[in-house]
Nanobody, 125 residues
Framework: QVQLVESGGGSVQAGGSLRLSCAAS?????MAWFRQAPGKGREFVAA????????YYAESVKGRFTISGDNAKNTVLLQMNSLKPEDTAVYFC?????????????????????WGQGTQLTVSS
């Protein structure tokens, strides 16, 4: 059973930057970040496929967030720049052990089998 542990959340002012980290206890095929704001559903943020190192982003974070990582160390990072109050949410790391064959599955939380406990990001205006 692969376990995921996030770190790096906190509070920041609008326009600031923060980096989240997620460490997996075993190998994965895809790792991703989702977020959930109060009263809202879980929303896709970004994903990285280790094979070929392809990355995927939600439109709302393109150009501001960067997902990267080290497959050999089972670690994924989310660098968040130009943060906005609407980025405030609990951020969850997710992992998938099997390959993705349909690109839409990267964006679907139901296609990930392993989840971290979440880390809070608060962006103040």
């Amino acid at each position: 059973q692969v376990q995921l542990v996030e770190s790096g959340g906190g509070s920041v002012q609008a326009g600031g930057s923060l980096r989240l980290s997620c460490a997996a206890s075993g190998r994965t095929n895809v790792m991703a970040w989702f977020r959930q704001a109060p009263g809202k559903g879980r929303e896709f943020v970004a994903a990285i496929r280790w094979t070929g190192t392809a990355t995927y982003y939600a439109e709302s974070v393109k150009g501001r967030f960067t997902i990267s990582g080290d497959n050999a160390k089972n670690t994924v990072l989310l660098q968040m720049n130009s943060l906005k109050p609407e980025d405030t949410a609990v951020y969850f790391c997710a992992g998938r052990l099997s390959p993705v064959y349909d690109e839409v599955d990267y964006y679907n939380s139901g296609r990930y089998s392993h989840w971290g406990q979440g880390t809070q990001l608060t962006v103040s205006s």
